[in-house]
């Protein structure tokens, strides 16, 4: 099973990657609020290039530390992400780059919240309610082209079904090693399935 995680977890590197190369290429075509998903994705290259990095290069083994950086980042650029796409007002912004900026001012400062995956459900759900809005609205035929789509419903599905892993999780006592690898590997599985997403919808885009 250990194999078996390390092969998902290279091969959502490899689409990383991908998708920041596709991505620049096609940067100039995208509009505004399309540009933001590309700045989603390369925070996430970010982050995993340094866990990847520090380990092998500077012989930093814990990684922890980016953990608060990783979920306050990821929550701004999505939640503005869908602020924007749904017209919400512009205060909104002012509002999740203040929580963003609060999370990581507590953590790093007074090691508040002590459990960060606390933080990271609760930002979890914003984003799922932002995205699933952002979805009824186009179902229900808002007259705006939508070319990333595919993608608002690959990360409402991932975020949705990454809360119901954290449940099922802490909900588990004595976790054994195999059953460890196996919660992180479907969580690769999906980071997979909306990475591909996104490639792919990189790669209709058309002018």
């Given amino acids: ?12 590197y490899g689409l990383l990657l991908s998708i920041i190369i596709l991505g620049a290429a ?12 590309f700045h989603c994705i390369a925070f996430l290259f970010f982050i995993e290039l340094l866990n ?7 012989n930093l083994n814990d990684t922890s530390f980016l953990y608060p950086l990783y979920i306050a980042g990821e929550f701004f650029l999505l939640t503005t992400l869908f602020i924007r796409k749904l017209e919400l007002p512009k205060y909104f912004l002012g509002i ?15 090691d508040f919240p002590s459990n960060s995956d606390t933080v990271k459900v609760i930002s979890n759900i914003a984003i799922i309610c932002l995205s699933g809005f952002a979805l009824l609205r186009e179902i229900n035929g808002v007259p705006v082209q939508n070319r990333f789509l595919l993608a608002d419903a690959c990360i409402f ?16 006592a004595n976790l054994s090693e195999h059953d460890y ?6 969580n690769n599985i999906l980071s997979s399935i909306l990475y591909c997403s996104f490639l792919y919808t990189f790669i209709k885009l058309k002018k």
Avoid: W
């Avoid at 078996?4 to 091969?11: A, N, P, R, S, W």
């Avoid at 999740?96 to 007074?110: I, P, R, S, W």
């Avoid at 690898?181 to 479907?186: A, E, K, P």
């Fill in 1 to 12: 099973m250990t194999d078996f995680f390390k092969v998902i977890l290279f091969l959502n």
């Fill in 26 to 37: 096609k940067y100039r075509i995208l509009n505004n609020k399309e540009k933001q998903y």
């Fill in 52 to 58: 990847l990095v520090l380990p092998y290069i500077f």
């Fill in 96 to 110: 999740t780059a203040l929580l963003a900026c609060g999370f990581m001012v507590a953590k790093y400062v007074y």
């Fill in 157 to 172: 599905f991932y975020y949705s079904v990454s809360v119901f892993i954290f449940i099922i999780q802490h909900q588990i």
């Fill in 181 to 186: 690898y196996i919660i992180l590997s479907v």
